[in-house]
């Protein structure tokens, strides 16, 4: 089993749809987790970081947090072009300080 | 505008032919690390320092180094470089960890390097 993994993809959704990216993680004592988006090509750019139980929002994004299901997703809104794109899911346990471990990504394409 | 550099932005090199890569920064973080990142696949950490302090992945091979001479800069020399080495390269940076783990992670743009 991966320490992080997620949906295998790719995930394809309508412009202005809800896209929703999914993120389970191994290590029971993870503090910290991240989605960081990654244009083909291009380096991975953070969107969000969450820490605790629940949601957090920003913009359209919304990060959502399970600590005892140990999961973690992504809600995209209004679901534009622009957001077609790999998504990695990166979480830092407490075994491992420092390090994050990332996920293999779920691609996103949003079509208009 | 404070951000991570990369150079060069694509590199060519021959089999065997040393090559160095090159990070900066201005972000002033304590942090900084250097990714493998093959096509579809994660990044995979080679290494970080904290501070000057050097941090190896067991897995990392040894043809595999790095220097940081001084805060803002880090290399990651690669001394004898196979077909299988062609990657792109990460550097990221955080401000700082601790037994949580690290805070954000800000990427530069990357290094494409072909091996020849």
């Known amino acids: 089993q991966k320490e992080v993994e997620q949906n295998s993809g790719p995930l394809s959704v309508p412009e202005g749809a809800i896209a929703s990216l999914n993120c389970t993680y191994s290590?029971?004592?993870?503090?910290?987790f991240f989605w960081y988006r990654q244009y083909s090509g291009k380096s991975p750019e953070l969107i969000m970081s969450i820490y605790s139980n629940g949601d957090k929002e920003d913009g359209r994004f919304t990060a959502q947090l399970n600590k005892a299901s140990q999961y973690v997703s992504l809600l995209i809104r209004d679901s534009q072009p622009s957001d077609s794109a790999t998504y990695l899911c990166a979480v830092n346990g407490n075994t491992n300080a420092g390090k994050s471990t990332f996920g293999d990504g779920t691609t996103l394409t949003v079509k208009p | 505008d404070a951000m991570v550099i990369q150079n060069p932005r694509y590199q060519v090199t021959q089999f065997g032919k040393p090559v160095t890569l090159s990070c900066s920064q201005t972000l002033n973080h304590n942090v900084m690390y250097w990714y493998q990142q093959k096509s579809s696949q994660a990044p995979k950490l080679l290494f970080h320092y904290y501070d000057k302090d050097f941090n190896n992945e067991a897995d990392t091979p040894d043809n595999f180094q790095s220097r940081r001479p001084n805060t803002s800069f880090c290399f990651l020399d690669i001394r004898s470089p196979g077909l299988g080495d062609a990657a792109m390269y990460l550097c990221a940076t955080s401000r700082d960890y601790s037994w949580a783990g690290p805070y954000e992670q800000y990427f530069g743009p990357g290094t494409r390097l072909t091996v020849t």
């Open positions: 290590d029971r004592g993870s503090q910290s």
